[in-house]
């Protein structure tokens, strides 16, 4: 049974950076739209054109900034773990997201 959850442990390391990205571009789309009415909210007293250019900058730049710093810290983080707890925290993140989007009704 070691031997099993070991190569699936390495088959998973092998794939962390696509898997860390499937979990922040998942959880971006459950919340995006949550963060978009927040910015809005912000952005309510200013002019149409500068909300519109201060949307674009989120959009653009807010989302890709995130989205690139949360993959390379989700990968460093879960790249140390050991075979079981990479395994438990892959999978149960997967499920979470799964869970998070049912209840968003996302999906």
Not at 27 to 36: E, M
């Amino acid at each position: 049974m070691q031997t099993w959850i070991h190569e699936i442990a390495n088959f998973v390391r092998d794939h962390l950076p696509s898997i860390s990205v499937g979990i922040v571009s998942t959880a971006l789309v459950i919340y995006g739209a949550s963060i978009n009415k927040f910015f809005r909210k912000l952005t309510r007293k200013t002019g149409v054109i500068l909300r519109f250019v201060l949307f674009v900058l989120l959009c653009s730049f807010g989302y890709g900034f995130v989205s690139s710093q949360a993959v390379k810290w989700l990968n460093h983080t879960i790249s140390s773990l050991k075979d079981v707890q990479l395994l438990v925290v892959v999978f149960g993140a997967f499920l979470v997201l799964g869970f998070l989007a049912k209840q968003g009704r996302e999906i």
